[in-house]
């Protein structure tokens, strides 16, 4: 029988790596969210050959303080949280210190920040696959950071296969993402570009300054849009007396500050034919602003959606607001999962909110009036 031996140390990082960068949109997630993390307020996203050579974000944010250069890839390392209490009010996106290090671990990475404002010189960082600095060099650059990913996951070959096989299909959902993170941040300029080999740089999309996520929409899908949008603006009370369903739990209540009124807000399409389209991918769903994957509640929407226009789907653009003591983040490394505590009353009171809102919109008036 074999014996019960460690696995090398390498070889454990870059098995957890591969869990906290799966694909393509784990890397631009993990990079955004940090850039926005940083208060960016300029993001620019550039591709080569869609990702499969290299993906850069740059941003003007805060810079990395040359304090922290030597532990900023390290696994674990982070500046957002020090204690498993800090993750009930968390702020930021970033909070586990992998994104850095896992990257290490899994493709040719180099960060270039600089935190002076109107100096021109900054620091590029270079590491081993392991996170730990390997050198130092002086460059010319501008307030920010700009982190570099090339060949990703060239040490995982059966994955990198199916990148290479998948690609635009990836690439795809990455510009989603790209997408929900771009409309919801208000104030943030974001420009996405793709290069291909021998070729031009092409301006995927781009965002002004917005002070409105309304313009954001205009920005990315196009002013047409607008016009086929209703506002979302629900505000769920979820008190226990108040509950629709019966034996429904009671709002889970930490303490005399929890708020239990959850407000949905964003934008719909009217639920007229020809106000719908045929595209299910133009959905986002946030929590407190963080872009996440919510499958029960996509599907409550698309639901009531349905009761009153059979044949399309609508554009949806939700954030769902609520104390953050009602939901946990920590469920997956990606952190896309949130478990929302009392799902079923929150889920009930949505169909329930949507439906009125649905049924008072004066499906009568001309789209020119509204
Ligand atoms: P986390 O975001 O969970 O802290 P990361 O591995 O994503 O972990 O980043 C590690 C640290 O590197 C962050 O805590 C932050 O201090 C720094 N950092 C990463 N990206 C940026 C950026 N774009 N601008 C400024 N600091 C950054
Ligand atoms: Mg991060």
Request: aromatic share 6%; charged share 25%; net charge neutral.
């Amino acid at each position: 029988m074999a014996t019960i031996k460690p696995i090398e140390g390498r070889s454990i990082h870059q098995i957890q790596s591969g869990q906290v960068i799966v694909d393509l949109c784990s890397v631009v997630k993990e990079l955004v969210e940090n850039s926005l993390d940083a208060h960016a307020t300029s993001i620019d996203v550039r591709f080569k050959n869609h990702g499969l050579d290299s993906i850069e974000v740059q941003d003007n944010g805060e810079g990395i303080n040359p304090d922290n250069y030597e532990t900023v890839a390290l696994k674990h390392y982070t500046s957002k949280l020090s204690s498993y209490e800090d993750l009930s009010s968390l702020q930021t996106f970033g909070f586990r210190g992998e994104a850095l290090s896992s990257l290490c671990a899994l493709s040719s990475f180099h960060v270039r920040t600089a935190q002076e404002k109107d100096g021109s010189k900054g620091t590029r960082l270079d590491f081993e696959t392991s996170g730990k600095l390997r050198a130092t060099s002086v460059i010319a650059s501008q307030k920010g950071t700009t982190v570099a990913v090339e060949d990703i996951f060239r040490n995982l070959p059966v994955r990198r296969k199916e990148l290479e096989k998948n690609v635009k299909r990836e690439y795809g959902k990455v510009l989603n993402l790209l997408h929900a993170y771009a409309c919801i941040s208000t104030g943030v300029r974001f420009i996405v570009s793709n290069q291909m080999i021998k070729n031009k740089k092409v301006t995927v999309f781009s965002t002004k300054m917005n002070s409105t996520t309304k313009e954001n929409i205009a920005n990315i899908y196009g002013a047409k849009t607008l016009p086929a949008l209703i506002p979302l603006d629900l505000t769920l009370e979820l008190e226990p007396s108040n509950a629709p369903i019966q034996g429904a739990r009671s709002w889970r209540m930490q303490s005399d500050t929890d708020s239990r009124e959850v407000q949905v807000v964003g934008h719909i399409s009217r639920p007229v034919f020809g106000e719908g389209r045929q595209t299910p991918d133009r959905q986002m769903f946030f929590v407190n602003s963080r872009p996440c994957a919510l499958p029960q509640v996509t599907k409550a929407f698309n639901e009531v959606y349905k009761s009153f226009n059979v044949s399309q789907s609508p554009f949806i653009f939700a954030n769902l607001e609520l104390d953050t003591n009602a939901y946990d983040v920590n469920v997956s490394p990606d952190k896309r999962t949130i478990l929302l505590h009392d799902q079923t009353t929150l889920l009930e009171n949505i169909k329930t909110s949507l439906t009125r809102l649905f049924e008072s919109h004066d499906q009568s008036v001309p789209l020119s009036q509204l």
